[in-house]
């Protein structure tokens, strides 16, 4: 495989007719969001792929691949990948074209469609037949995009015949929709953006998200302390980090701390909350040691659903695929939180992660974990002389620890049985000291303040103590 970044137009020309000139195989192009895949042989482009789903029947197959390529003309910044590999599900195109002619025509594309685009706004835009014309059947009702890739005419003509008919007053704008299979759809927007925590009730808050099915990120930050909680269809389904004090932090903010809530798809939510994954495919790895492009490209080619995460200075970012499509990219900045980004530019970074899809749902097991910690401290204070017992039972514990006198986890436990056997053991302990009616009198006590937390988080579904 041949991997590296292209800089500038010539770069590409270079590239075909350079080392590409004699062989035969796929070249992959990645920018912005987008990837285009290029079937050369012999220094001609003979055909392509895209990374998202076309009704390919009835589109002119050369301007699709120009409209995909115009990206490259708005910022020439590229990673690419070429492999000499057997090549599947390519758009053939009748007429090869060279590298030199496709530049181009790309720059009397980007011209042209510059000058389209400050009429419509985004090729998304659906128009309207103003004034009747010959074939305005054909405009009427679709959107930019559709008639530019569909149209018998090139795609320079169409561009220019669309200008001069919005021009002359035959057509206008009627609405603006995300034609289906074009892209998959995203949701991202802040509802809640650096908002003092004295001045919110949690509680409520919390419960609206229930009542409000809300789906996103809920974000607590202090001076020495950082919690997300994630929520889907208003289910409280992953808490990071991992501790029993975020039940307290919940019921009193410490210090001077800040609310964020971002409104999140539910797909990309699945794949940002993978920076929180122990089991990372690449961890930490610095870039001088990978290309970053070619990441991507595998991304793509093994139709893989992950994220990669790009540690760059102050800021990450966190490339998202689903099934070998890029979703989208969200920028994480210390100062300006997290927002979505369509251009990526990795010259010089630092570290990068690389996550696989996997669960992620932890609200069990730091119920489980506050559980533990409110049941042991009632053993310190009416059975210390017990203590070594329970340190001895931890310190064998392939999942629990023990630490500055708190029970945390020592890994992510796989089922949760590990966590729930070892509550099992203290209440068998408080049993033998307190008598089971004391204990549940002493324990209802110690939980009073978290009622309307734990009610909020249905700890009823995720343990019965009256069982145990």
Known sequence: MISGYLSSQQ?????????????????????????????????????????????????????????HLFEFMEHPFAFFTFREDSIEEITNLEDPISAEEL??????????????????ITPLAVVKVIKSFENDQYYDGKSIYHILVHSSRSLIEEIRY?????????????????????????????????????KINLINLLESFQLGKFTGILKVVGDDFEYELYY????????????????????????????????????????????????????GL?????????????????????VIIIYAGTYKDYIMFKNGALLGIAREDFKEGLKLINKISYERVGYVDLIFLQSM?????????????????LLLKYASHLNHVVLSQLSSSDVLKYEEGVILYRKKPKNGDEAFSFLQFLLDLSYNVL??????????????????ILRILKVEEYIRLQEA
């Open 435 to 452: 008598g089971q009616e004391r204990f549940a009198q002493e324990l209802e006590i110690a939980l009073q303040p978290y009622r309307d």
């Open 286 to 306: 610095p870039t001088s040691f990978v290309e970053i492009g070619k990441m991507l490209m595998s991304m793509s080619a093994e139709n893989r659903t992950g």
């Open 103 to 120: 530049i181009l025509q790309l720059q009397l594309v980007h011209t042209e469609l510059r000058n389209l685009l400050d009429k419509v």
């Open 232 to 283: 889907k269809r208003g289910q409280l389904f992953a808490i990071y980090p991992c501790t029993p004090e975020v039940f307290e932090l919940l019921l009193n903010p410490k210090g001077k701390s800040f609310l964020n809530a971002v409104r999140i798809s539910s797909n990309m939510l699945d794949l940002l909350v993978l920076k929180h994954a122990e089991n990372k495919v690449v961890n």
């Open 162 to 198: 669309l200008n001069t008919l919005f021009s002359a007053g035959y057509l206008d704008i009627n609405q603006f929709q995300n034609p289906e299979g074009l892209k998959e759809e995203i949701e991202f927007d802040y509802i809640m953006k650096e908002v003092e925590s004295e």
């Open 361 to 377: 749902e932890n609200t069990k097991d730091t119920v489980h974990l506050f559980l533990l910690n409110v049941i042991y401290g």
């Open 11 to 67: 770069d590409f020309v270079d590239l075909l007719n350079g080392c590409l000139f004699s062989k035969v195989g796929l070249l992959n192009l990645f920018f912005g969001v987008n990837t285009v895949s290029l079937y050369v042989e012999n220094g001609l482009i003979k055909g392509f792929k895209l990374n998202v789903p076309e009704d390919l029947s009835k589109a002119n197959k050369r301007s699709l691949l120009l409209y």
